[in-house]
């Protein structure tokens, strides 16, 4: 079974610059989720979809970062204009809608460095 | 505000011996704690979970211990390897919310 895969691995930027990410969930997942992992920290939620729809953007910084899921699979993340603090990896995780259980599988991240 | 707490940012073990890693969560809500193994490079991999109605799950190696009363959880590893050198995550989840919510991570590293 094919893990979460997500491109590019690595992007470096100027801030101002806009920059795109890119997910493809785990066949048949319905969940996904976008996390941003800064350097020391564990990751921390930034969006979730449902299929097609978002579930929760709360910590999602609208001002400049926006998501999509266009046909409920892959899914992609957007930053426009960039900061320097936005500098940390990008981390796609997908998981099947199941109630009595929430295991999240990961890709392995965009590292993104903003100058 | 952390909800989910790992105080310990690293941890050495011989190998062969035992590891423990802690975590501590303020949220009375939570209901379901899972572990992740990180590598450098990669995105983290799923490990061990268990639910609020045990206080105990175990496979393999690996072992995982909830106290609810302490609000504390705890991963062994034994034997460690020195495969097992990366960073262990702790999360956990609400029962009204579909999220988890991270521990900042513990760099476990078994010395050969």
């Known amino acids: 079974e094919a893990g979460v895969a997500q491109s590019p691995r690595y992007k470096i930027i100027e801030k101002r610059q806009s920059v795109a990410f890119w997910c493809n969930p785990i066949?048949?997942?319905?969940?996904l989720y976008w996390y941003q992992q800064i350097l020391g920290q564990g990751p921390k939620l930034l969006i979730q979809?449902?299929?097609?729809?978002?579930?929760?953007d709360s910590q999602l910084p609208k001002d400049r970062f926006s998501a999509e899921r266009l046909k409920g699979v892959d899914s992609t993340l957007k930053i426009q204009p960039a900061k320097l603090e936005d500098s940390a990896v990008y981390l796609c995780?997908?998981?099947?809608?199941?109630?009595?259980?929430?295991?999240?599988?990961f890709g392995p991240g965009t590292r993104l460095l903003v100058l | 505000d952390q909800q989910v707490k790992q105080n310990s940012p690293s941890l050495s073990v011989q190998e062969g011996r035992i590891s423990i890693l802690n975590c501590d969560y303020t949220?009375?809500?939570?209901?379901?704690f899972l572990w992740y193994k990180k590598y450098p490079a990669e995105g983290p991999t799923f490990l061990i979970s268990?639910?609020?109605?045990?206080d105990k799950n175990e496979d393999g190696r690996f072992t995982v211990f909830l106290n609810k009363s302490a609000k504390h959880l705890s991963l062994h590893i034994v034997p460690s390897q020195p495969g097992d050198s990366a960073v262990y995550f702790c999360?956990?989840?609400?029962?009204?919310?579909?999220?988890?919510?991270f521990g900042s991570g513990t760099q476990l590293t078994v010395l050969p």
């Open positions: 268990i639910s609020s109605i045990k």
């Open positions: 999360a956990a989840r609400s029962r009204s919310a579909r999220q988890l919510t």
């Open positions: 979809f449902q299929n097609n729809g978002v579930v929760d």
């Open positions: 949220n009375s809500m939570f209901d379901y």
């Open positions: 995780a997908s998981s099947l809608f199941r109630a009595d259980q929430e295991t999240q599988y």
């Open positions: 066949s048949g997942h319905a969940t």
